[in-house]
């Protein structure tokens, strides 16, 4: 089972739904708003991708930190804290299926690891 987890409003979460609806994918919505993320599978993603990728910093929410708050974010625990405390600071949409994990919206990526028809090889 391919599980989203992201914003529903957020474009890159729209085309990556769009694009599991329109392929046939089964998959379950994680609605970081309603539902919030433990540090747990923060951490899970930091240790595969690096806390400097799974933090937006270039979201609204990041901006709307003061400097001096932005300037402390200088560690995986504390970007691991400012993302557990604000979900909308988690780069969107990831990705899981079995041990597969995607970060953002790429439809070749997506092609190849969640497409069971696809014979593309990245």
């Known amino acids: ?9 957020c ?5 990556a739904l769009d694009w599991l609806k329109q392929h046939d994918i089964e998959f379950e919505f994680h609605d970081y708003k309603k539902v919030g993320i433990d540090k ?9 991708f690096g806390w400097e990728k799974v933090l937006n910093k270039k979201g609204t929410t990041w901006r709307k930190l003061s400097p001096e708050e932005q300037e402390k974010v ?29 970060i953002g919206f790429d439809e070749n990526e997506y092609t190849v690891i969640l497409d069971p028809k696809s014979t593309n090889q990245l």
């Not at 089972?1 to 409003?9: A, H, L, Q």
């Not at 474009?11 to 085309?15: E, M, T």
């Open 1 to 9: 089972m391919v599980k989203v987890y992201g914003i529903p409003n």
């Open 11 to 15: 474009s890159s979460v729209k085309k």
């Open 40 to 48: 747990k599978k923060l951490k899970e993603w930091s240790d595969r």
């Open 74 to 102: 200088t560690s995986e625990k504390a970007a691991l804290t400012v993302m557990a405390a604000n979900p909308s600071m988690i780069k969107r949409p990831v990705v899981e299926k079995n041990n597969d994990l995607l």
